[in-house]
């Protein structure tokens, strides 16, 4: 009964900010590793974040761009968006990552569109 819904893309001019949110339910973020995932036309779908408990990681691309970060009692993770690029451009997509066991967990997506 897990289910992570994604929100918060759309259509940004390149230097904007966006901040998409994935709210998770049937288990608490806190106990797994969250991340956010991005795939564009005709490209594999690619690491953009991960944060477990304290520690957090970026593709080098986004760094000092892009902060993931968790709401524990709101049971929601964000993936605050700054100086925004149109090579960003790409769906969204939140994954819990069973730490346990490793099953993954996928939201339908959101688009993120950086065009002038």
């Known amino acids: 009964q897990v289910q992570l819904v994604e929100s918060g893309g759309g259509l940004v001019q390149p230097g904007g900010s966006l901040r998409l949110s994935c709210v998770v339910s049937?288990?608490?973020?806190?106990?797994?590793?969250m991340g956010w995932y991005r795939q564009a036309p005709g490209m594999q779908r690619e690491l953009v974040a991960r944060i477990i408990g304290a520690f957090a990681n970026y593709t080098d691309s986004v760094k000092g761009r892009f902060t993931i970060s968790e709401d524990d009692d709101k049971n929601t993770v964000y993936l605050q968006m700054n100086s925004l690029k149109p090579e960003d451009t790409a769906i969204y997509y939140c994954n819990l990552d069973r730490r346990l066991t490793g099953a993954q967990y996928w939201g339908r997506g959101t688009q993120v569109t950086v065009s002038s």
């Open positions: 049937g288990t608490a973020v806190a106990f797994d590793v």
